[in-house]
């Protein structure tokens, strides 16, 4: 009875295949399980000279998780595009904004500099008018 629940058991059991990984020194990195708690018996690469290597630290990921971790990575590929596709738009919005303020603004200075040419106009015009009623006043005053 024990030998079934035994074959049944190896039966649910997956074979594992590792490739070989390099680290950054050239050498074989090391397999070894995280004791962390985070990360419980998780197994990673990590360069065979720890710590003093070349730092290389990569997690193991199973063979039929690989093909959902590129789909991801494809996914994640297309966002930063489209992320990138509208940072440029932006860019150039950006730009066309700074241009149209520099055109308000001098706009700006143009008109101002108009009325107060108008302005200083009109203040001779009000002279003037003062002016034309006191003679017409004296005019009048002396007949």
């Known amino acids: 009875m024990s030998m079934s629940s035994t074959n049944a058991s190896m039966d649910n059991m997956r074979e594992v295949r590792f490739e070989n990984r390099y680290c ?15 990360n419980p018996n998780c197994l990673y690469f990590v360069c065979c000279n720890y710590p003093n290597g070349c730092n290389f630290y990569q997690w193991w990921i199973p063979p039929d998780m690989q093909h959902n971790l590129k789909v991801v990575e494809n996914d994640i ?10 940072l440029r738009e932006v860019i150039i919005v950006n ?44 005019v009048v005053y002396l007949k």
Do not use: H, P, W
Not at 24 to 38: E, N, V, Y
Not at 79 to 84: G, Y
């Open 24 to 38: 950054r020194c050239g050498r074989k990195a090391m397999l070894k399980i995280s004791m962390s708690t985070d």
């Open 77 to 86: 590929d297309e966002e930063r595009m489209e992320v990138l596709s509208t």
């Open 95 to 138: 730009g066309e904004l700074k241009d149209m303020t520099m055109k308000s603004r001098k706009q700006y200075r143009d008109m101002a500099m108009v009325v107060e040419r108008v302005g200083q106009k009109l203040n001779y015009a009000f002279v003037f008018i003062v002016l034309l009623l006191v003679v017409v006043v004296i």
